[in-house]
């Protein structure tokens, strides 16, 4: 039997040393991954970027959305103590969490669909994410319960989470600036509203010069 080509032999060496470098390559973005969604989904103190206070304006009921405690509702005064929400911003993507500044009390969804108000936000339930829309409302949906939304009727009752979709003027919000607050933060830019017009104008473009 005749001795195998030395080409042969150097094609199947080489053929080796890809096989085993994609098997890598496959490897460390599958673990880079399961990393990305262990940290995503059990958010801990030391991954928190920032924490805003801000109002949530719904598009339905022209007021704000405010944490009472147990109970949340979208009829809160401008600048009254339970419209004041802390935001607090995860690391990976616009995962959130809103507390109530006065009541300390998290916004959460629970399996059913209904929005609750809890004193610990550190489970999956009180996680929600950032959705900008076109017309530059904002909508929250449920880190867990895919595809469910933080929304209010227009009497500022909560909404199942099941009975949402994102096209629904309930769950559109406008983020504002507290009542007797000068300076906005940088991060957002916030909108008044007034009762006459309660859908956001997009900024005019600035003028030709001459």
Partial sequence: MSPLPS???YLCLHFLVLYFQL?????????FRIYIENH???????????????QLYSRTTGKHVQILGKKINANGDDGGKY???VVETETFGSHIR????????????????KIVGRP?????ECVFVEEFLENNYTALVS????GWYLGFNRKGRPKKGS???????????????????????EEFRFTTVTKRTRRARRLKPNPKRN
């Fill in 7 to 9: 080409r042969f032999i």
């Fill in 23 to 31: 098997q890598e390559s496959q490897q460390t973005s599958a673990d």
């Fill in 40 to 54: 995503t989904r059990n958010p801990d103190d030391v991954s928190r970027k920032q924490v805003r206070i801000y």
């Fill in 83 to 85: 419209a004041l929400l």
């Fill in 98 to 113: 809103i507390k109530g500044k006065e009541s300390d009390h998290y916004i959460c969804m629970n399996e059913k669909g």
């Fill in 120 to 124: 610990d936000g550190r489970k999956q």
């Fill in 143 to 146: 880190a867990k319960y895919k």
């Fill in 163 to 185: 009975r949402t979709t994102q096209r629904q003027q309930e769950v559109h919000f406008m983020k504002r600036q507290p009542k007797g607050q000068v300076a906005p933060l």
